[in-house]
């Protein structure tokens, strides 16, 4: 019996791998503990109305910077999500507080990517 550790999509399962005539029988354990990499440093988020992400994508594009006055429906950033582009629009007239991601950056579901006052 040989005992292996695989990691599939960043979860590590420990599989023994048993040789019996010329076949083999594999047989997984639960999954260890993953290591986890340590998460970004929070950016503190400034501003009265949080824009979140709708869905886990990567951005794409980003069309306000801090201090733009912005109104409601605007494109504030385009998210690529399952290989389509969506339109993030503001939620109501006001100033872009913050930006909290960067173009290329990978997002959750509900992260918060722009305040506003």
């Known amino acids: 019996m040989k005992n292996y550790k695989v990691t599939v999509n960043g979860v590590t399962y420990e599989v023994s ?3 019996c005539g010329t076949q083999e029988t594999v047989q997984a ?3 260890a503990p993953a290591q986890k990499p340590a ?3 929070p950016v503190a ?3 009265k109305t949080q ?3 709708p869905m886990q994508g990567n951005i794409m594009k980003i069309n306000v ?5 912005v109104k409601k429906g605007q494109v504030l950033m385009v998210l690529e999500a399952m290989k389509m582009e969506n339109d993030i629009p503001c939620p109501e007239d006001g100033v872009v507080a913050s930006v909290l991601v960067a173009q290329g950056a990978t997002v959750k579901s509900d992260d918060v990517l722009i305040t506003l006052q």
């Open 39 to 41: 998460a970004p440093a």
């Open 51 to 53: 824009v979140k992400a």
């Open 29 to 31: 354990a639960a999954p």
């Open 65 to 69: 910077k801090p201090g733009d006055a």
């Open 17 to 19: 791998v048993e040789e």
């Open 45 to 47: 988020a400034s501003g």
